[in-house]
């Protein structure tokens, strides 16, 4: 069974500029969550979709967005980026059906902003 | 306050020898589950193990075992018999609510432990 795939794995992005990052999930799981991981530092949650839809939202600007389509695959997107979005994001998926709602995690895409 | 705090950055272990990674947890709601996720230096976070607030027994999968002490709010990872291939940055989170729309994790800030040949 394949995993959480993500693309592309670098992303080099001067200030300004409009970065897309793209997610597909575990066959069969419905929900997708981004993460975002700076140099040195722990996983801070973005944002979570489920079933097509934003269900949470972490603290981040609102130029930070996404959407999932209905093959349940999803997009990041950063707008008007800024030096410190430079970070390894992650993206997960689970089934919320399972019974630790367990997040597999995706070798995640690597944003450089010059 | 910290709601997920793990107060080793870093952490080196002589091979084959036992090893407890510390995490304490922070929470007002009574159903939680805490969860320990290994990344190595390729950057991919891999599920270890998890605990739900409510499951009476500690939970173990293989080398794998999580100290599971509710009262004193702490989640410590116990990895046996450590293994050149354990050198990692591990992390533990917390889910907060068993209920739909509580399905973000809190991370910590990680250990970075290092197995010594």
């Known amino acids: 069974e394949a995993g959480v795939t993500q693309s592309p794995t670098h992303l080099i992005k001067t200030r300004g500029q409009q970065a897309t990052l793209r997610c597909s999930p575990i066959s069969g799981h419905t929900s997708v969550y981004w993460y975002q991981q700076a140099l040195g530092l722990g996983l801070q949650f973005l944002l979570w979709y489920d079933e097509g839809e934003e269900r949470n939202r972490g603290n981040f600007p609102p130029r930070f967005s996404g959407r999932q389509f209905p093959n349940y695959s999803s997009e990041l997107n950063v707008n008007a980026l800024e030096l410190e979005d430079s970070a390894l994001y992650l993206c997960?998926?689970?089934?919320?059906?399972?019974?630790?709602?367990?997040?597999?995690f995706g070798p995640g895409t690597r944003l450089t902003v010059l | 306050a910290q709601k997920i705090t793990q107060t080793q950055p870093g952490m080196f272990v002589q091979e084959k020898e036992a090893v407890t990674l510390d995490c304490t947890y922070d929470t007002s709601d009574p159903s939680y589950g805490l969860f320990w996720y290994k990344q190595p230096s390729s950057g991919e976070m891999i599920f270890l193990i998890y605990?739900?607030?409510?499951?009476?027994q500690n939970a173990t999968e293989g080398r794998y075992s999580l100290n599971f002490q509710k009262a004193r709010k702490s989640a410590n990872l116990v990895i046996s018999a450590s293994q050149l291939g354990d050198s990692a940055m591990y992390f533990c989170a917390m889910r907060e609510g068993l209920g739909f729309g509580n399905e973000k994790l809190t991370f910590g800030t990680g250990t970075r432990l290092t197995i010594i040949p």
């Open positions: 605990q739900g607030s409510y499951d009476q």
């Open positions: 997960a998926s689970s089934n919320l059906g399972s019974e630790d709602n367990e997040q597999f």
